[in-house]
């Protein structure tokens, strides 16, 4: 299949054993599926141990799949707010970096938002025109929400599944987080990621590791937090804050496209010549409005990104990416974590696949 279409590499988010509805044989039969974008369940701040990491490994070895890239090693809050303490959560993610190089694992997808990962109002809204339900947002919604009002709310919506970004450990001190952010300006938050970067990327180039940050979700400030990665001037920054190819960006298209003024493919086409891209979330979102919007099926009818516009753009300059289906509906009856069904998600990678085959014989 790698051969057939490129170097492209397929993947599929995959919570662990016991941690996911959908077991690793399920993924392995979706056809051109290569591996996982694979996770494990650690709050930030604390060193991945070889001992975690090698057992997860060897079962996703095991099921005949690969995973080279591994997500939500999350930035401790202090290291984003430049705290003292910042040095002992760097030793750790540094000590992180090499573990996970030790395993194979060539990519980390991670953040550096304040606080809150990614934001919905409503993580089941019902699509009318066909019944299936996906996440939503809606600025409106928010009213007089406060950021503690939406995490309960959020944990409510969540069917039991603790959600990628709102693990419990993280918010348990939410108040207080909040209160060290007020008055953190968006340079504030870029000088102390220069420092973490500066740390951390000599680490991953000596080991093989490109670091992919993944852009604010949605694509604009939230509660007054300084919010620095959601448009490609942003993106730009960040590139600048270290000259590295292992300073790279996992281009996530449905949190970038939650803003029409983002140009996705132009975006693609602008990191992926300058080799900056290290890993892709390919999704769709409808737009209902200012600061509204639902996501949809891959299918690019369904929804307000071009997909196969996407994929070319993809194709003609980072073809050697790992790319995985972003979050899907719940259809078919299908009861899991919010986002991360199998049905939808094994949809749209089959879509993408299709897309990339008629890209990849249409170039020759």
Known sequence: MKEELGNMKMTFRWYGEGNDPISLKQIKQIPGMTGLMGLLDRPAGVEWTEEEIRPYIEHVHEAGLECEVIESVNVHEDIKLGLPSREEYIDNYIKTIRNLAKYGVKVIVYNFMPVFDWLRTDLARVIPEDGSNSLYFDEKELGEMTPLDLVRKTAEDSKG???????????????????????????????????????????????????????????????????????????????????????????????LGSNPDNDIPAIIRHFGEKNRINAMHVRNVKYLGHHKFREAAHLSSTGDLDLFEIMKAIYDTCPDTYIRPDHGRMIWDETGRPGYGLYDRALGATYINGLWEAIDKMSK
């Open 161 to 255: 599944f603790t959600l990628p970004g709102w693990e419990p450990e993280r918010l348990a001190e939410l108040e207080t987080t909040l209160k060290l952010y007020e008055g953190v300006t968006g340079d504030d938050l870029r000088a102390n990621y220069k420092y973490f970067l500066d740390a951390i990327i000599p680490v991953c180039e000596e080991v093989g590791i490109g670091m992919a940050c993944h852009p604010d979700d949605p694509a604009w400030p939230i509660f007054g937090l300084p919010r620095i990665a959601h448009s490609q001037d942003d993106y730009d920054k960040i590139c600048a804050l270290h000259e590295s190819p292992a300073n790279g960006l996992c281009l996530c298209t449905g949190s």
